[in-house]
């Protein structure tokens, strides 16, 4: 007969900890925060201009209270000084910005998105910064192909913004043209626009990728939204993100041949290469520039792209140093505003590349911080990538697959700069700060104040979704205080 010992070898059991409903509340909110800036225009479209400022403005200030009330640890001397200084000098444009109307309207847009971006940084992990983000991504490609859907089955036709139905003098202006299986036609997903849902959709694959190479759960169904991020993406058909697909490819190659090095001075052959490759495409690029752009249906000028940048430059030389004041996006509605160029029958609303957008707003020396603010991130994001996580005596732990997303992020909002406006705001913007921010705040996974002191606060005890993670029933602080076997993953 079996009997009961007193003197058990091993723990009684104990139910799983789990998340408190304030910490599920906030993590929702902070989906919430990163779908508005992912889904960009689709509020504008379906809810109009008016609706979706009073989200935006009433979304910031409760990000603004929940981090006065909650209080996370933030090290202030290693905020991004280059991300406050490009703020601090859009912000004094203000004095001399030849329209202060769309000055004020814009930097308030770029406070509110730049506070969030630091928020999230600062409340969530750098595992639930990715699960969120995740989530985030998984609501815009769900709600983009049932728009599709929708309007394909039910409209029967394109239905312009605010769910109108009626015919458009240019194209142009459909929210959705309902295109959906009409293979050689684009779509433009909830966003209305398909070289605003291109990115996002590469944005999403890359962030799928990175949670099934963590270990995440459900991993049938992470390959399903996978396949569905690579419809939109293939039917959105914007040419700039080909590039960029190819540019994240190559990068991301790099960086796992990189972390295969194991002796000094070995990756200097991979640096090399990583040169060759980028100055050869480049120049591949330049020189078959009708060839390759004729294949995607586009002319050799990036759709009049360049005939923009001309405008823009030429404004810009009246200006040279200070700009003529912050304005992103151009608000075209103000009479003082005095832009106007044309395309498609449309006046344009941006500059189609974020360097020369910057340079008319904030001039020379608005460049120049943008470059530093850029720099420093790419710099930061590329050696979190590449080096091996290590802050004792230890040299063989794993690496994290979660430390791919900064640098490929910097891959996208690169290239996509080139021919788009769309990193200076939205998702573009939120993702730079929030990453840039929270790599100087948190440069290991799991490991720091800002990391383990939201872990213990949550009471994190689940086994981690990543190779080598903590064993379960040990919190973040708890795990690295622990005797390790060789081997074993931090």
Known sequence: MAVHSKHPASAPPEPPVRENTGHLMLRGWCIFVLFMSLSGTAWVNAFGQTAATVITIAGGVLSAVLWIVLRPPVQWRRLPWFVVAYVAWATLSLTWSAWPGTTALTLLLLWITTLQALFIGSVLTWRELVRAAASALKWVVALSF????????????????????????????????????????????????????????????????????????????????????????????????????????????????MRTATKPGERTKYYVAYVVVG?????????????????????????????????????????????????????????????????????????HNMWVDVSMQLGIIGVVLLALLYLAFVWRAWFFAIDRPRWD??????????????????????????????????????????????????????????????????????????????????????????????????
């Open 279 to 351: 100055v050869g495409g480049l120049l591949a690029l330049w020189l078959t520039r009708d060839l390759i752009f004729s294949s995607l249906g586009r002319s050799a000028d990036l759709t009049g792209r360049e005939g923009i940048w001309e405008e823009v430059l030429a404004r810009t030389g009246e200006r040279p140093w200070t700009g003529w004041g912050f304005a992103t996006p151009w608000v075209t509605a103000d009479p003082a505003f005095d832009i106007r160029i044309i395309d498609h029958g449309q006046l344009v609303m941006q500059a």
């Open 146 to 257: 049932v728009f599709e859907l929708w309007v394909w089955v039910f409209i029967r036709g394109p239905i312009m913004p605010g769910w109108i139905i009626e015919k458009a003098d240019d194209p142009i202006e459909y929210w959705s043209r309902g295109n959906l299986f009409e293979w050689d036609k684009r779509i433009q997903g909830i966003m209305g626009n398909a070289n605003l849902l291109a990115p996002v959709a590469l944005l999403a694959i890359i962030v799928f990728g990175i949670r099934l190479a963590s270990g995440a759960p459900r991993r049938t169904f992470l390959w399903i939204w996978i396949g569905l991020s690579a419809f939109l993406f293939v039917r959105a058909g914007s040419a700039t993100a080909y590039l960029t697909a190819a540019a994240v490819v190559v990068v991301l190659v790099t960086v796992l041949l």
């Open 393 to 490: 005596l230890r040299a063989d732990r794993p690496y994290s697959p979660l430390t791919l997303l900064p640098t490929l992020v910097g891959a996208i909002l690169l290239v996509q700069g080139l021919a788009e406006s769309s990193p200076l705001l939205l998702w573009g913007w939120l993702f730079l700060v929030m990453l840039g921010s929270k790599i100087k705040q948190s440069p290991h996974v799991g490991v720091g104040p800002a990391e383990e002191t939201a872990a213990i606060e949550r009471g994190e005890a689940v086994a981690r979704d990543e190779p080598g993670g903590r064993e379960p029933g040990t919190t973040a602080a708890t795990a690295d205080r622990r005797p390790r076997a060789s081997g074993r993953g931090a």
